[in-house]
């Protein structure tokens, strides 16, 4: 399975951002989809997760704010991300698993990445 991402950029406070992910290869064998990130200094942390059923997870530090979304005709997963802060900058991660568990998502497949910049 090859995930990759497009969308990042660089965005003043307050603005969005849509991150794609579109998987590709063997990709009968994947159940949970989601969205890590990780900034300079920190470990890498769960932002979102979705199931094959629509299911969705997200962190505290990101509801109401971030929406994760498929498109399983279209193998892609969707991050839209609103009132974005200058704490949301980080490199975000597409991931994918074979297991359903969201919340806890363990994933056999990573993206290569997409920076995400917020300006204050």
């Known amino acids: 399975v090859q995930l990759v991402e497009s969308g990042g950029g660089l965005v003043q406070a307050g603005g969005s951002l849509r991150l794609s992910c579109a998987a590709s290869?063997?990709?009968?064998?994947?159940?949970?989809m989601g969205w890590y990130r990780q900034a300079p200094g920190k470990e890498r942390e769960l932002v979102a997760a979705?199931?094959?059923?629509?299911?969705?997870y997200y962190a505290d530090s990101v509801k109401g704010r971030f929406t994760v979304s498929r498109d399983n005709a279209k193998n892609t997963v969707y991050l839209q991300m609103n009132s974005l802060k200058p704490e949301d900058t980080a490199m975000y991660y597409c991931?994918?698993?074979?297991?359903?568990?969201?919340?806890?998502?363990?994933?056999?497949?990573w993206g290569q990445g997409t920076q995400v910049t917020v300006s204050s």
């Open positions: 991931a994918a698993s074979s297991l359903t568990t969201i919340a806890t998502m363990v994933p056999d497949y």
């Open positions: 290869g063997s990709i009968f064998s994947i159940n949970a």
């Open positions: 979705i199931s094959s059923g629509g299911s969705t």
